[in-house]
């Protein structure tokens, strides 16, 4: 596993508040290869945000070299960064970030407009067959206040996938959902990795999420305090299976 | 980005919020339906004038007795004979630029028919006067220069003197009235012309030869005033130049004299008038205009306030790969959308107002062209100007805020 996706070396990041420097990030070094499901925890002042922010090409490191794919991140202007996320990065966030009042379908293809080589048949071909691969083409025209919040994350997902990334970058992605809710996440992201090969980078707090990854990388103030690969990964589909049956009344 | 994936997706934004959208172009609408219905009613006043003008003869040279000095004493220009039969006959052979003159020697008095009677004006004139004030025979005929040779007794009644003394409206024609102790027999009705600019009866009047009036009633061989006609109303200066030399030579004035006369004619009444109803239009459009501007207003007040509302959403189309111009190009689009769809709503609306005006006032309205053009214009200048800054506040968001923006 030779082919980098991530290389970070001594990436350091510096906030000026006022007079005080905050040092958020202390020189942080690991790399991610193709292929790789990884979970970054640590918990909060930790600098994982900050580290996701460099990680997804919205913020430089003050000092350090960050390779996306072999591009070096911090020598591109922000267009250029913009460029870079749109074609190399599918963003989830935890709060889905989903457009109100549009269709899923329309919130899938929301990438695609930023990318000018598209006709609107592709766009839409390509949109449907991420919606596909998340399990909700039945779905399409539902728009967010019509679906629930596993399906919202799900759409949010198919949006990841749409412009094909080298990299899906998921912030909190769980923290909004309930475990049962969680474990599907957890199952699809799973699938996406070892099925289709997808390199996801999964920032999280919970200890039982970094379960399911084939790798941890800690961070304590700054720092990376443990990075370890994860010998015995869970299966989220078993663990779903072994929940108790949805008390429903 | 291409142009038509910025329209398809600003109409997907706008589509979101129709309301809010239509809210906005409310103000837009207002704005360009005002300034069209405003400028058409400023336009349509302007030539309602003009035509009214041209009916009192828009080429009409007015000559009157000017006042002079005599041994110190001032006399006022009426009170002052100085126009005479001379001074008509020399215009009337010398003048190029003059089509047709007539003097005009009249006086008031009690028009009496049977036990009715109304105080009115009559008038002596040349038979040319019906020319010159563009004035038409309704029913029976005009007198002729043989009855203005015999101080003939015979008239012509306008319609108000018509509705006074023949109320229950049998034709005059034919009849004899008094004035002054003098039977006149009428020969002809005039076209009612109704009120004067100026807020002037036109139709309370009685016409008959001047002679009459000179020799029957006020025994004088002066006139109040003479009526010329210019052979066009371009030449109105050139015929006025002419008959000041005319009246200089038959009146003998030496060059250093002053004259004793004055030669009006319309085009200063109608440069007063128009500038006069030129400024209403002004003042109409300026207003008009304003609200136009209040309405861009409203466009940037909503741009922002919908900037702030759809932080996230920028900040989530830049985390997916929109660059500044993007989301720049995105607002402004959304803003121009809806200050042109609101401008031709606004067109149809003004043009329509404009149209409901006359039909439901009667006010005269013109829709012009140039101020359709002019309010489209600037409401799609509106759109650029006042969506501009909120665009560019859009565009300028840190996406790392704006996605964690609350």
């Given at each position: ?14 906030f ?12 942080v ?62 963003f ?18 929301l ?39 596993g ?7 198919a ?38 090969g997808?390199?996801i ?18 961070l ?9 690969k ?20 | ?110 028009a ?53 003394l023949?109320?229950?409206g ?32 036109q ?11 000179q ?7 002066y ?15 050139k015929?006025t ?15 250093a ?9 319309m ?48 900040g989530l ?17 959304e ?9 031709l ?9 404009a ?12 829709v012009?062209?140039s101020?359709?053009m ?33």
């Amino acid at each position: 596993m030779n082919n980098k996706i991530l290389e970070l070396q001594h990436i350091k990041r510096e906030f000026v508040m006022g007079t005080e420097i905050v040092r958020a990030l202390k020189g942080v070094t690991f790399d991610v290869h193709a292929g790789e499901f990884i979970t970054i925890m640590g918990s909060s002042g930790s600098g994982k945000t900050t580290l996701l922010n460099i990680l997804g090409c919205l913020d430089k490191p003050t000092d350090g070299e960050y390779l996306l794919d072999n591009v070096n991140v911090s020598g591109l202007s922000r267009n250029e960064l913009a460029r870079l996320r749109n074609h190399k990065i599918g963003f989830v966030f935890q709060a889905y970030n989903l457009l109100p009042r549009t269709s899923a379908l329309e919130n899938v293809e929301l990438p695609l407009f930023y990318n000018p080589e598209l006709t609107a048949k592709q766009r839409k071909d390509k949109a449907l067959g991420a919606l596909e691969s998340v399990k909700l083409a039945d779905r399409g025209d539902h728009t967010p206040s019509q679906l629930s919040g596993g399906q919202q994350q799900r759409v949010a997902i198919a949006r990841a996938l749409v412009n094909q990334p080298v990299m899906i970058l998921a912030d909190e992605a769980t923290g909004n959902l309930d475990t049962r809710t969680s474990y599907e996440i957890m199952a699809l992201m799973q699938d996406l990795n070892q099925l289709e090969g997808k390199t996801i980078v999964f920032v999280t707090h919970e200890p039982d999420i970094a379960a399911f990854s084939s790798r941890t990388v800690m961070l304590r103030d700054g720092k990376v305090v443990k990075d370890s690969k994860n010998e015995n990964v869970r299966s989220a589909k078993e663990a779903l299976e072994a929940l108790p049956p949805a008390d429903d009344y | 980005m291409s142009a038509i994936n910025l329209i398809r997706i600003a109409l997907r934004a706008l589509q979101r919020n129709k309301l809010r959208a239509f809210l906005t172009m409310l103000g837009i609408i207002i704005g360009v339906a005002a300034v069209i219905a405003m400028v058409a009613i400023g336009e349509g006043s302007k030539q309602s004038i003009q035509s009214q003008l041209s009916s009192m003869g828009s080429n009409m040279i007015t000559i009157l007795p000017s006042s002079n000095v005599t041994g110190g004493v001032r006399i006022e220009g009426a009170s002052f004979q100085s126009l005479t039969i001379t001074d008509v006959k020399a215009i009337e052979n010398n003048a190029e630029y003059v089509s047709a003159v007539s003097p005009v020697s009249s006086t008031k008095g009690q028009a009496i028919y049977g036990a009715l009677n109304w105080p009115t004006s009559l008038q002596g004139v040349a038979p040319s006067y019906f020319d010159i004030r563009k004035l038409t025979v309704n029913e029976g005929i005009s007198f002729s220069d043989a009855d203005v040779a015999t101080a003939a007794k015979v008239c012509l009644l306008g319609q108000t003197v018509i509705n006074n003394l023949f109320p229950s409206g049998e034709s005059p024609v034919g009849k004899v009235i008094r004035l002054n102790a003098i039977p006149l027999q009428v020969i002809g009705t005039l076209v009612a012309k109704g009120q004067s600019s100026f807020g002037q009866d036109q139709d309370d009047i009685i016409l008959t030869p001047y002679t009459t009036v000179q020799k029957r009633i006020l025994a004088t061989t002066y006139f109040q005033s003479i009526y010329a006609s210019a052979i066009s109303e371009g030449m109105s200066d050139k015929a006025t130049n002419e008959i000041i030399d005319i009246l200089r030579t038959t009146h003998r004035l030496r060059p250093a004299d002053d004259n004793n006369f004055q030669v009006r004619t319309m085009e200063e009444l109608i440069k007063t008038l128009s500038s006069t109803s030129s400024l209403l239009t002004i003042l109409l459009t300026a207003i008009a205009g304003i609200s136009l501007v209040i309405g861009g207003i409203g466009i940037m007040n909503i741009m922002y306030v919908s900037v702030t509302e759809r932080t996230r959403e920028i900040g989530l189309r830049m985390a997916v790969g929109a660059r500044g111009i993007d989301i720049l190009l995105q607002f402004l689009v959304e803003a121009i959308i809806i200050s042109i769809t609101g401008g031709l709503i606004g067109v149809v609306l003004g043009i329509t107002s404009a149209k409901v005006i006359t039909l439901t006032l009667g006010w005269p309205t013109m829709v012009s062209e140039s101020s359709i053009m002019l309010s489209f214009l600037v409401c799609a200048f509106t759109g650029v100007f006042f969506g501009y800054y909120p665009a560019q506040a859009a565009s300028r968001l840190d996406p790392i805020e704006a996605l964690r923006y609350e």
